[in-house]
Nanobody
Framework: QVQLVESGGRLVQAGESLRLSCAAS????????MGWFRQAPGKEREYVAV????????YYADSAEGRFTISRDTAKNMVYLQMNSLRPEDTAVYYC??????????????WGQGTQVTVSP
């Protein structure tokens, strides 16, 4: 089992930046691709970014490309999502994940509990 705990979500204004953090514990997360997904009210959960096991390849959703950056610090068992130029449509609960290197909810083996990001106009 891998336990994932997100932090860093809060209310920000459009155009601001925010960094989400995810602390992994339990079983080593190094065999897994790590990702961030999000779910807005009334919408399906969608992928935002997925980082390969060794950190050399990424998937970014079109909405995140050029604005968001996913990274991992294996020594600290941490995963991050740097979000810049935030928009109101980025408002959602953001989930940290561990699983296969695919941009799909079906590829996720472990989910965090989520952290709320709210972007005001």
């Amino acid at each position: 089992q891998v336990q994932l705990v997100e932090s860093g979500g809060r209310l920000v204004q459009a155009g601001e930046s925010l960094r989400l953090s995810c602390a992994a514990s339990g079983r080593s997360f190094t065999p897994f691709a790590m990702g961030w997904f999000r779910q807005a009210p009334g919408k399906e959960r969608e992928y935002v970014a997925v980082l390969s096991r060794i950190g050399t390849s990424t998937y970014y959703a079109d909405s995140a490309e050029g604005r968001f950056t996913i990274s991992r610090d294996t020594a600290k068992n941490m995963v991050y999502l740097q979000m810049n130029s935030l928009r109101p449509e980025d408002t959602a609960v953001y989930y940290c994940t561990a699983g296969k290197f695919l941009p799909s909810v079906d590829a996720v083996d472990y989910w965090g509990q989520g952290t709320q990001v709210t972007v005001s106009p």
